[in-house]
């Protein structure tokens, strides 16, 4: 299928690892990395579907589905 991946990795990882994906994304275990990287990745989709008339029906925020999350645990 040739599908390209994006990975972030581990930039210690065998360099053979890294020929597998197509664009790596070399990052040590740093929560605020991950964090703005997936970030980033979400406002780049929600913008893009925007520009294509593909708006979501509800906006829904992270500390909304956090919120609902914790109250069906609760049940």
């Not at 020929?19 to 990052?27: D, N, R, S, W």
Request: aromatic share 10%; charged share 30%.
């Amino acid at each position: 299928m040739h599908i390209p991946i994006v990975s972030i990795v581990d930039p210690s990882m065998p360099l053979d690892a890294f020929k597998k994906i197509a664009y790596p994304v070399p990052a040590k275990d740093s929560v605020e990395f991950v964090y703005s990287f997936c970030n980033l990745i979400t406002k780049t989709f929600l913008y893009e579907q925007k520009k294509m008339g593909l708006e979501r029906i509800e906006d829904v925020t992270a500390e909304e589905l956090a919120v609902q999350k914790a109250e069906k645990d609760e049940n």
